[in-house]
């Protein structure tokens, strides 16, 4: 079946660091991806997406490339702020001519935390 | 506001009772799950609705059993809580071809 394997956490960053986390999946089909975010204490808030290879998701600064090569979409931040202290979560769907009608499939999540 | 809503925010029961969770969402979206969140933050899909229709039942007890009055509520009601029951419980909805969620902010059951 599906599946989605982040980096392991917890990332600790100084406000204004690099983040990279990692993010591969292994689909039968052509999925889309995803990143969520979790803030303390909410739920989960849609980042940023890409249907399809090579497409490149952004928002808020962070970004990830569907790379079909590597069955990789990690997620990129060039500065890093201490609002930016979350989980996040790298996720897949199955194409929209499959049945699951959108079930989405989660990796175990990163927790980032960001000090000034 | 359009959101994803759950009630209540917080649960907190004894063992062996029994509970609901309430879920409404006003985006006109056709699908609406609930997942499950452990203490290690890991997500897992219960069940999907698709128009009121189930569509996804994964692999959980028959004490928990989801009803859907209509496309903008989905319930979910616990038979006989266990301690393993207590968790975070997300609600979240998706247009059927648009496979972003939006997500409820979760009802953090916790059985003693």
């Known amino acids: 079946g599906d599946s989605v394997t982040q980096m392991e956490g917890p990332v600790t960053l100084s406000e204004e660091a690099f983040l990279t986390i990692n993010c591969t999946y292994t689909a039968t089909g052509y999925p889309s991806l995803f990143w969520y975010v979790q803030y303390p204490g909410e739920g989960l808030q849609l980042l940023l997406k890409a249907t399809k290879a090579d497409d490149k998701g952004s928002n808020k600064g962070f970004e990830a490339t569907y790379r079909k090569e590597t069955t990789s979409f990690h997620l990129e931040k060039g500065s890093v702020q201490v609002s930016d202290s979350a989980v996040y979560f790298c996720?897949?769907?199955?194409?929209?001519?499959?049945?699951?009608?959108?079930?989405?499939?989660f990796g175990q999540g990163t927790i980032l935390t960001v000090h000034p | 506001d359009t959101a994803v809503s759950q009630t209540p925010k917080y649960l907190v029961t004894q063992m062996g009772n029994d509970k609901s969770i309430k879920c409404e969402q006003n985006l006109g979206h056709d699908t609406m799950y609930w997942y499950k969140q452990d203490s290690k933050k890991f997500l897992k899909i219960m069940f999907s609705?698709?128009?009121?229709?189930?569509?996804i039942n994964e692999t959980v007890p028959n004490r928990f059993s989801p009803k859907s009055p209509d496309k903008a509520h989905l319930n979910l009601h616990i038979n006989s809580l266990e301690l393993g029951d207590s968790a975070v419980y997300f609600c979240?909805?998706?247009?059927?071809?648009?496979?972003?969620?939006?997500f409820g902010s979760g009802t953090r059951l916790t059985v003693v």
């Open positions: 979240a909805s998706s247009r059927r071809h648009d496979r972003g969620y939006t």
């Open positions: 609705y698709n128009n009121k229709e189930l569509i």
């Open positions: 996720a897949l769907s199955e194409n929209a001519g499959g049945t699951s009608y959108g079930k989405l499939t």
